[in-house]
């Protein structure tokens, strides 16, 4: 039978606020209604899963010592935070071995703490003390150390599981938009004009004598024509081609997802004819 810490064995409950979670730095009562300590950490059955021992930090009580107390020896009120011994006496505590390392709790420890409580649970029929064996001893065959106290009231809490479905905001891509200049080769066609003289000699159809006096013989005149010519004008200007706006815009989608979720009921047993009220 190995223990081991509730931390260790109910693992995905760490972050949640379970009975374990919640019994945890609840105080701890003996008799007289004296406070003895408080609880700093419980074992469980590694095999079943069930409570064995609360560890109890007495605190300066008894100079700082932790001892073990089986889960049936003590009552739980959830409502005042506190675990009750009923019977439990310094002088008890005082007998029971320290608890410093969960490695050293065997078969021989633990019968040295069930040693302290054994007196405790004895009742007034008058039986042959029993004897146990360390291959044959397990927690069932003494059910007042280590089952539930049913002599007091007791809070039975039923849980349930609930699926929870939150988001996260995480980056699931990025979009880099940037330029670059390519080059090509263009090519225009410009028609340009350009004027030329032409030069046309005739003969006169007529040849008739011109009077002398008409004639005017001067010499050098000159006629005069200017000739122009086009040329081509071609350069490079910058316009605006395009424009490119980037934003960003949301779509909603539904997202189902399936699990299977537990839920505690409640059973009643009754032997007899109890008169039981649900």
């Given amino acids: ?78 409502t005042d935070r506190r675990v009750y011994v009923s019977g439990l006496t310094k002088e008890q505590v005082e007998n029971l071995p320290d608890f410093k390392d969960l490695e050293k709790v065997d078969y021989d420890y633990e019968e040295e703490v069930r040693g302290v409580y054994r007196p405790m649970t004895v009742t007034d029929t008058v039986t042959q003390p029993q004897t146990y064996d360390r291959n044959t001893y ?13 002599r007091d009231a007791q809070t039975l809490r039923l849980y349930e599981e609930r699926l929870i479905a939150n988001k996260e905001r995480r980056k699931a891509g ?12 263009a090519r225009v066609a410009v028609p340009v004009e350009k004027e030329r003289v032409i030069i046309e000699r005739t003969t006169p159809h007529d040849v008739s004598p011109i009077d002398a006096g008409n004639a005017d013989f001067r010499e050098g005149e000159v006629i005069r024509m200017d000739i122009y010519e086009e040329t081509p004008d071609i350069h490079k200007e910058t316009v605006v081609r395009e424009e490119v706006r980037v934003r960003k815009v949301a779509d909603q989608d539904t997202v189902t997802a399936e699990e299977t979720l537990r839920r505690e009921e409640l059973d009643i047993d009754t032997q007899g004819r109890p008169i039981v009220e649900k």
């Fill in 1 to 78: 039978m190995t223990l081991v810490k509730i931390g260790d064995f109910y693992q995905d409950y760490a972050q949640d606020t379970s009975d374990a979670e919640d019994i945890k730095k609840f105080s701890v009562y003996a008799q007289g209604d004296e406070k003895v300590g408080s609880v700093d950490d419980i074992l469980v059955d590694e095999q079943t899963g069930r409570f064995r021992y609360f560890v109890v930090d007495t605190g300066f009580w008894v100079f700082g010592k932790k001892v073990l107390l089986p889960v049936g020896m003590g009552r739980v009120d959830y």
């Fill in 138 to 150: 397990n927690y069932e065959q003494e059910p007042s150390l280590y089952n539930v106290n049913d």
């Fill in 174 to 185: 990025e979009v880099a938009i940037g330029k670059r200049v390519e080059t090509e080769t």
